[in-house]
T-cell receptor
Framework: QQQVKQSPQSLIVQKGGISIINCAYE??????FPWYQQFPGKGPALLIA?????SEKKEGRFTISFNKSAKQFSLHIMDSQPGDSATYFC???????????FGDGTTLTVKP | NAGVTQTPKFQVLKTGQSMTLQCAQD?????MSWYRQDPGMGLRLIHY???????DQGEVPNGYNVSRSTTEDFPLRLLSAAPSQTSVYFC???????????FGPGTRLTVT
């Protein structure tokens, strides 16, 4: 049973465009929703995270939108740049569960 | 502050051999975990630990053992390597399961 479903699997965006990656979760006990960015040959790095008490969090060009009733959250990358080309993972966790659950990842390519 | 370190970076094993992947963190994090990453399958949790002396299984624990004798170290042991264990292995740590994780640079393992 996959508890976090991520889409799309791959995404191609023109430079300056908006990249949108979506995730849906099943376990309503999840209370922490991070996004990770991974470049080839490197480990994932925490990009931005949100808790369910807010509907949106913005850090620079990166925004998380959170819809608690729909059990969905998404990552928006504004003014996408070629340097944003990477694989992005969403995740969900709760202290009580003792572990995080990851989506399968989205490979983003930003064309110059 | 080195963060999360992993050794070795690359390893080739023959079927049936055993080895230990090392992981250390210097951030005094209680929570540590091991993931494997295979193409198209995202990050799959092997084992995790919520503190020294406490470990638990993730979603793909078969063929792997862990122990946590100190806060800093969380080694992963392959008991009898199999070709199906060819993968990239990441160690991660955080203050708690409900917070963002810091990942190491990974170990690329090939089993022939």
């Amino acid at each position: 049973q996959q508890q976090v479903k991520q889409s799309p699997q791959s995404l191609i965006v023109q430079k300056g465009g908006i990249s949108i990656i979506n995730c849906a979760y099943e376990n309503t006990a999840f209370d922490y929703f991070p996004w990770y960015q991974q470049f080839p040959g490197k480990g994932p790095a925490l990009l931005i995270a949100i808790r369910p008490d807010v509907s949106e969090k913005k850090e620079g060009r990166f925004t998380i939108s959170f819809n608690k009733s729909a059990k969905q959250f998404s990552l928006h990358i504004m003014d996408s740049q070629p340097g944003d080309s990477a694989t992005y993972f969403c995740a969900a966790s709760t202290n009580n569960a003792g572990k995080s659950t990851f989506g399968d990842g989205t490979t983003l390519t930003v064309k110059p | 502050n080195a963060g999360v370190t992993q050794t070795p970076k690359f390893q080739v094993l023959k079927t049936g051999q055993s080895m230990t992947l090392q992981c250390a963190q210097d951030m005094n994090h209680e929570y540590m975990s091991w993931y494997r990453q295979d193409p198209g399958m995202g990050l799959r949790l092997i084992h995790y630990s919520v503190g020294a002396g406490i470990t638990d299984q993730g979603e793909v624990p078969n063929g792997y053992n862990v122990s946590r004798s100190t806060t800093e170290d969380f080694p992963l042991r392959l008991l009898s390597a199999a070709p199906s264990q060819t993968s990239v292995y990441f160690c991660a740590s955080s203050y708690s399961p409900g917070q963002g994780q810091y990942f190491g640079p990974g170990t690329r393992l090939t089993v022939t």
